[in-house]
């Protein structure tokens, strides 16, 4: 295997945690305002994820650099042709990042109402926009022969790419919505649950939709050929299975489940990319590919090194920070957001 | 407006409100490791009150920090992507070891830490605080890893055909003379901002008979020692990074000193007003000999001028122009050496405060105790206006000119620019008012509300 081929999978598995990860805590955010009129069962669902968000989005940004050292090139296609969508995204986690901060320091209802939407908006859009980006490099933008995307904004809101991103809001939704099952409890716990159970089917629908339309929009289905492998089905079976698990309250196992559908379907849609990371869809030998947009071996040999000592260092303390926060929270808890 | 004009504008105020934050985040996290291991080793409960009183504080500017510095992630390849195709392969190595290395232990250990008062033993609650501080050290260190390449390149050669740069040695890069001068520097500027900051709150909560006396006298004194460590340490870090730029980029000193020709023994500008287009002096004051004291130690020594470096340049890189903005370096200048030079007097005054246990103050004394916070800022600024500015017309020096760094209009528009430039000014004022209501309410309030 060459350095290319094994940044493409870092790359997928730093894509990964963060869609798992930030995905429920997106989730969290967008469903904030509907679990709750009170301020008290407010803090406690925000403080749910207070240790966790801030390194879960570490994902996206060790991501978006980590693109940079090694492909630069789909680095720089990438987020200047994404422009428009980028800075609403950067508008999005600006907002939500100094709303869990401030929001509790001042008693004011107006100031405290005005930072849950702000969580809620901060969560929404983003989960909406990376559905529309990941629907977006497998459809293909107008990138022409010097790697330029001329394409703007309008471009990217393709009904296919829609579609994608309403699908993406509704699983990380969903997925939240359980994180929220398991980590409260009394009525936010049995609140929590019934919008679970809410969710599920217009998630799955649209998922559905979405695998359909994508055999039109997309090559995924001629590169991945009749027998797709196990990942795909693996992913749809995870989350037709969420339903029965939820049936039987049995969140930890329905949070398992929406954890493999969203690992699962972001490594089909790598698998279906690969060699590719940007489609043109001028000219398929214009196509951004971990190739023609890579770093010299020299810097690549650089990451792989840095790459394989501090990912699992990460994954250690993450997971040992999610240990001691194990705990569920309740309205009696001490919190501090 | 031409994109390149935007994209410019628009990438020094995102950085520049960026570092409003970052130096004080710097300076707090390890000013708050400090009290809460005291805390740890007297078990004095009043070192707690303090570690959290300063910890709120130190939360309140982090938040803007963090979110700020996504925007700088993302500007590269948004704003600038022939530059970030260019030079990629060598500045995006250290910004993507920012991330895994450093920003990721600084985002997941302060979360532990906020969030782990009762969950952990004391000891292991401040290792964590200890942690956040290093990550935010390393966080400072790769980033400017990446901006002394900007400054100085080391340890590359361009590809073949031409399209970019490459890496051929990721140790030249860590051991850049220039990063070994800019790291202490900027790290030091973190420390006095911090201290300056603590100076002014208790000084001004002692000053109105605060009910909290001996634990804001224990803050004056821990933050007027850290203010005076790091003022020592700017000064000294900022003479050296000096010297070093005669070497790296000697334009940027001609210009920060308006020093027209080449001099032997060179003359330090006191005061200057210069026409800019003539390339001379209209009014100036200098002192004789000074600049090559400050550049070698000795009143002697050949420091070039802006005209001579024109010709050289012209010379090394071809027909243009190499000469920065002179009024801009000129005075950003003297705006950072100033706010040191008063930074050195106000410090040596809490100081000597401290040392005699003097704890009550004139009016004046208080008010210049107060308003001196503001100091380190104006340094901190202009120094960055100095580095950036002083360097143009490069993005890289010597290898890529600004103009070729830019994203294309065809790609990047100029109306998308105008619109995301004034969706960042609108936000970022609402940010700052909203970051300064809350620092203010929380550093009045005093120690009972941070419990």
Redesign the interface.
């Known amino acids: 295997m060459d350095l290319q081929t094994l940044w493409f999978i870092l790359i997928a598995l730093l894509f990964i945690n963060f869609f798992v990860l930030e995905g429920f805590d997106f989730g969290v955010g967008i469903l904030l305002p509907f679990m709750s009129g009170d301020d008290r069962e407010r803090r406690t669902v925000i403080?749910t994820i207070?240790?966790?968000?801030?390194?879960n989005?570490?994902w996206l940004?060790?991501a978006?650099?980590?693109m940079?050292?090694?492909f630069?090139?789909w680095?720089?296609?990438?987020?200047?042709?994404f422009?428009?969508m980028?800075?609403l995204m950067?508008?999005a986690?600006?907002?939500r990042?100094?709303a869990?901060?401030?929001r509790s320091?001042?008693e004011s209802q107006a100031w405290r109402s005005f930072w849950d939407w702000s969580i809620f908006g901060g969560s929404a859009v983003p989960a909406l926009l990376w559905g529309i980006a990941i629907a977006n490099f497998m459809r293909g933008v107008p990138i022409d022969s010097s790697?330029?995307?001329?394409g703007g904004l309008l471009n990217l809101l393709n009904p296919y790419a829609l579609l994608c991103g309403v699908t993406s809001f509704l699983i990380f939704t969903l997925h939240g919505a359980i994180f929220l099952a398991l980590k409260t409890s009394a009525a936010l716990k049995e609140k929590a649950m019934s919008l679970a159970r809410k969710l599920w089917a217009p998630a799955t629908l649209l998922c559905i939709i979405f695998m359909v339309c994508t055999v039109t929009e997309t090559d995924l289905y001629l590169r991945l050929g009749i027998n797709p492998g196990t990942v795909p089905v693996f992913s749809v079976l995870a989350l037709f299975s969420v339903i029965f698990m939820l049936k039987k309250n049995a969140a930890g196992w329905a949070f398992a489940m929406t954890t493999v559908a969203i690992a699962f379907s972001t490594i089909t849609i790598f698998i279906g990319l690969y060699p590719r990371v940007l489609v043109s869809s001028l000219n398929q030998a214009w196509s951004l590919t971990i190739y023609n947009s890579s770093?010299?071996l020299?810097?690549l040999g650089?990451?792989s090194i840095?790459?394989m000592i501090?990912?699992p260092i990460?994954m250690i303390?993450?997971g040992w920070?999610f240990w001691?926060?194990r705990q569920r929270v309740t309205v009696d808890s001490?919190l501090?957001y | 407006m031409d994109t390149l004009f935007l994209a410019r504008s628009q990438f020094a105020f995102t950085s520049i409100f960026h570092f409003f934050f970052i130096p004080l985040t710097l300076g707090l996290s390890i000013f708050t490791a400090i009290l809460e291991t005291a805390y740890v080793k007297t078990g004095n409960e009043k070192y707690k009150h303090l570690t959290k009183f300063w910890g709120t504080l130190f939360l309140i500017n982090f938040a803007v920090g963090v979110v700020t510095g996504i925007v700088m992630e993302f500007q590269f390849g948004m704003n600038w992507s022939a530059y970030s195709r260019f030079v990629g392969d060598i500045v995006g190595v250290p910004l993507a070891i920012e991330t895994l290395f450093a920003f990721f232990i600084e985002s997941t250990f302060i979360g532990i830490w906020v969030f782990g008062w009762n969950k952990l033993p004391k000891a292991l609650h401040a290792a964590s605080i200890w942690i956040v501080a290093l990550g935010s050290t390393l966080s400072a260190f790769w980033i400017l890893v990446a901006n002394s390449f900007m400054q100085s390149p080391v340890g590359y050669k361009i590809a073949a055909n031409g399209s970019q740069a490459e890496m051929v040695d990721f140790f030249a890069l860590l051991f850049n003379p220039s990063l070994w001068k800019q790291f202490p520097h900027v790290l030091a500027g973190g420390v006095v901002t911090a201290g300056f900051l603590v100076i002014a709150v208790s000084s001004w909560h002692l000053g109105r008979g605060t009910k909290e006396r001996n634990a804001f006298e224990t803050s004056l004194k821990f933050g007027a020692i850290y203010a005076f460590i790091g003022t020592m340490l700017v000064v000294l870090a900022g003479h050296a990074q000096m010297q070093n730029l005669l070497t790296t980029q000697p334009m940027k000193v001609a210009a920060a000193e308006a020093l027209w020709e080449s001099e032997n023994p060179a003359s330090f500008s006191l005061f200057t007003i210069g026409d800019e287009k003539g390339l001379k002096d209209v009014f100036s004051i200098r002192v004789p000999g000074m600049l090559s004291f400050l550049a070698y130690n000795t009143f002697e020594g050949e420091v070039k001028g802006i005209k001579n470096l024109q010709k050289e340049y012209a010379v090394q890189y071809g027909p243009g122009n190499y000469i920065p903005s002179i009024v801009t370096a000129y005075w950003s200048f003297r705006f950072m050496v100033g706010a040191g030079t008063l930074m050195l007097f106000v410090s040596l005054l809490a100081l000597y405060k401290v040392i005699k246990e003097n704890y009550t103050f004139s009016p004046m004394v208080g008010a210049l105790l107060f308003w001196s916070l503001l100091l380190p800022w104006i340094a901190n600024t202009s120094g960055w206006i100095l580095a950036e500015m002083g360097r143009q017309p490069w993005i890289v020096f010597g290898l890529l000119k600004t103009e070729k760094g830019v994203t294309p209009a065809s790609v990047v528009s100029s109306s998308e620019l105008i619109f995301s430039l004034a969706v960042f000014v609108v936000i970022y004022a609402a940010l700052a008012g909203t970051d300064f209501f809350l620092l203010k309410k929380y550093a009045s309030a005093g120690i009972e509300t941070a419990e």
């Open positions: 403080n207070g240790p966790f968000w801030d390194g989005e570490m940004i060790s978006g650099g980590a940079f050292a090694v630069p090139k680095y720089a296609t990438l987020f200047s042709g422009y428009l980028l800075i950067l508008v986690l600006l907002f990042g100094v869990f901060e401030f320091k001042h790697m330029n995307d001329t770093s010299s020299y810097s650089i990451m840095v790459a501090f990912i990460i303390y993450q920070s001691v926060f001490e501090e």
